[in-house]
């Protein structure tokens, strides 16, 4: 395939970036997206430029390290498919592909491709956990978990955290992100004692972040690698009532 | 009252009150726009109702009260939450294309801006009289103050692209405002919306009948 690549190029988080035009010829459409930005990147550094900065990791959709807005959509243009996972037999030869990095004041530029995250491990740090007592681990089977909670819980903790919902989202929310997080112990006895704190802590630190506020659009839902529903996020906002309500004075 | 300030604080706390107060819209609209129908029952129906209305007293103004407090909170939380959504993007994409979200849910703050024009309008010119398009006006004469406005072609225009707005506002609203409520059940297709196209194509065509069979000469 031949390709022609717009991509993100800025040297720091305080530089000015700019879309550079890349051409990329002979590219085989069995490579995933980020196997094909590895050999523009080795095109690159033969030629004595600097290569372009993404984000990867395990490459097989279970990390959450890669990202990218791939002509206009997060992840690219397969649904449910992280753009490690993305290949490029889902685009036309001769096609220009604009390349960008998740844009949210929560989420600013570190160089080219590459985003600062970690304002979602912070939302984590604020409630998205149990407290459990050290000590021997007591028999699996002796909580009891219904089938559609454990099923429930499942769904959303299919999140890996790549920030897809937030780069889609219009308003720049972490809604679904920490919606799932919530879910994932929420649904589960075990996430039951600190229900409410968790729910008031973590919307908390997402509005501190910096992060919109849900308006529905639904883009998240649709950009989400996992397809984690914004059913989440209506459960998130009963539990953030309730927990209001009775907890706070 | 700082539980409700606190609560307010939150993007969350400011949905659910543009929710509440957007479902009190609702209901009011779907009356409304049943009580115009009278005007097909003729002259008498529809005076009557209206004077039926006007003899509540205290009622009425209660209900006015809310209603115009409802309209205040729903407006200063939209434009809150507008401020913090756009902040959170300070920086746009070159390249971005929608891929689920309807045209109605992108046109809520534009929409709405011109159905508070409406609102403001509509109020100026059935209710105090002050507008007076036709040079008629009697508060004793519901029925004439409509058949006179509405054989005018360019109020029967502005109420019908009102009437539209008002149309995508509840198909989005009708819908997102019991997700951020948290009431939904789990649903396989969270984005489809039946009900919310329902109610906003019942009221959209109840609100536009009247103008419309007035313009034409169906009534009056």
Known sequence: MHLRLRVWRQASATATGKLVEYDAPNISPDMSFLEMLDVVNERLMEKGDDPIAFDHDCREGICGSCSLMINGAAHGPMKATATCQLHMRSFRDGETIDVEPWRAKAFPVIRDLVVDRSALDRIIQAGGFISAATGGAQDANAILVPKTAADAAMDAAACIGCGACVAACPNASASLFTASKISHLGHLPQGQPERRRRVLSMVNQMELEEFGGCTLYGECQEACPKEISIDTISRMNGDFIRAGLTDWR | ?220
Not at chain 2, 5 to 15: D, E, N, Q, T, V
Not at chain 2, 55 to 68: D, H, K, N, P
Not at chain 2, 82 to 107: F, H, K, L
């Open chain 2, 1 to 220: 009252m700082s539980r409700a300030l606190r609560f307010y604080r939150s993007a969350i706390g400011k949905k659910v009150v543009m929710a509440v107060t957007g479902l009190i819209g609702i209901a009011f609209v779907i009356a409304h726009m049943t009580g115009n129908l009278l005007a097909f029952a003729g002259p008498e129906a529809i005076n009557s109702y209206s004077h039926f209305l006007k003899s509540t007293g205290e009622l009425l103004l209660v209900l006015r009260a809310v209603l115009i407090v409802a309209v205040i909170l729903h407006v200063i939380a939209a434009a809150q939450l507008t401020i913090q959504n756009r902040a959170a993007r300070p920086m746009g994409y070159v390249d971005r294309e929608p891929q689920v979200s309807t045209w109605a849910s992108r046109t809520m703050r534009w929409g709405g801006l011109l159905l508070l024009v409406f609102i403001v309008l509509h109020i100026l010119h059935f209710t105090t009289g002050d507008l007076k398009p036709a040079g008629v006006f009697s508060t004793a004469d519901v029925y004439g103050n409509i058949i006179a406005s509405f054989r005018i072609w360019w109020v029967v225009l502005f109420y019908l692209i009102s009437m539209i707005a008002l149309g995508f506002h509840l198909y989005h609203g009708a819908w997102s405002s019991v997700r951020s409520l948290g009431l939904r059940q789990p649903s396989p297709n969270p984005l489809q919306r039946r009900v919310a196209l329902a109610v906003a194509a019942i009221v959209w065509a109840g609100f536009v009948a009247v103008p419309v069979a007035v313009f034409v000469g169906l009534v009056g």
